[in-house]
């Protein structure tokens, strides 16, 4: 048992090192691209991960949260001329209010109602920005080429300050993430998972925490836009609010597996390479390829490892374990 554990921690601290060394040497920008792009819906997974894993509701409609964080901070740079680090702020908060807001009618429903309600809430928000002139309407809003530095959180000559950012912001939300798995909120999202009338009958408020849960969700999933309209320099609803933003969210949580930490980071360390790549090789004839992709992969993973991959990797680790055990026997 001490062994497989003291093989786990050596384990997770190679991946660290790697983490932060490897990229190092990466020079191409595509692979920069893509390592960005792993960190960044690493993220996205948390936080779906706290609704979906935690507390068992299935939203499909992150893209709402998502786009949102990325107008709110982009509107005020080109508008007013805020720091894109105060924006990044006041979007985290901003969503967060929202998802609060929002959440007080949605947290009535149970099952595929509430996935089907934020399915609907990411499609509102859609329409309500193409139509909003204020914020450029379906055009959108081109953010402004300014010198590059952390200050500015914008970086013209290489990709990997954006990844180390995108490093930054899992690291914190994995520390957030045990924390809260250890914490009384993480006994109470856990307990409303497993049965909500039974938590309310021990005293629970669960639409309470449900509300709380759909908060945090959406305040992290904001930054994630914020971050990702400073990467791109521009925001417009076809893109920000897309369907497929949401979807993606949701299949990364769920073919890494959920309720765990270290479920949605390997999902989207296998599933968006592959993606990326994908789309880079197939050109325009490869439109929507990634998703079938997606695809195959959940049907395998709901058929052979409900648990996802973290379901592997927990059966490998009882497998050693036992080996372990009956050699100890032997001895």
């Known amino acids: ?31 920069q691209h893509i390592l960005v792009m792993v960190v960044l819906y690493a993220v996205l997974g948390q936080a779906w991960n706290i609704l979906g894993g935690y507390v068992g509701l299935v939203s499909i409609g992150q893209a709402a949260f998502f ?74 809003l081109m953010l402004p080429l300014v010198k590059e530095g952390l200050g500015t959180l914008q970086f013209h000559t290489s990709k990997l300050p954006y990844y180390y950012i995108g490093l930054a912001m899992l690291g914190i939300i994995i520390l957030f993430m045990w924390y809260m798995e250890r914490s009384r909120l993480g006994y109470y999202f856990k307990a409303i998972r497993e049965n909500e009338d039974v938590a309310a009958a021990m005293g629970i408020n669960k639409t309470l925490y449900k509300l709380i849960a759909i908060a945090i969700s959406a305040g992290i999933t904001g930054m994630c836009g914020t971050f990702l309209a400073q990467y791109s320099l521009y925001v417009e609803p076809e893109y920000m609010f897309n369907h497929n933003i949401s979807v993606t969210i949701a299949l990364i949580a769920v073919f890494g597996g959920t309720g765990n930490i270290l479920g949605p980071i390997l999902g989207s ?26 695809g195959a992969f959940i049907v395998l993973i709901c058929v052979y490892q409900p648990q996802g991959l973290m379901g592997v990797v927990r059966n490998i680790q009882a497998r050693a374990r036992a080996q372990v055990e009956r050699r100890g026997a032997h001895v």
């Open 269 to 294: 360390a296998i599933l968006l390479p592959i993606s990326e790549l994908s789309r880079a090789w197939m050109g325009s004839t490869g439109t929507g390829i990634d998703m079938m992709i997606y």
């Open 1 to 31: 048992m001490k062994d497989t554990n003291r093989t786990s921690k050596t384990l997770l601290i190679l991946a660290v090192l790697a983490s932060i060394i490897l990229p190092l040497f990466v020079k191409a920008r595509f692979m």
């Open 67 to 140: 786009g949102l964080g990325s107008y709110v901070s982009s509107y005020l740079q080109v508008e007013y001329g805020i720091n894109p680090w105060i924006g990044f702020a006041l979007a985290g908060v901003i969503t967060a209010v929202f998802g609060f807001l929002v959440g007080l009618p949605v947290t009535r429903l149970r099952g595929r109602y509430f996935a089907i309600a934020t399915i609907a809430l990411g499609q509102v928000m859609k329409v309500l920005f193409e139509n909003w002139q204020r914020v450029g309407a379906a055009t959108g």
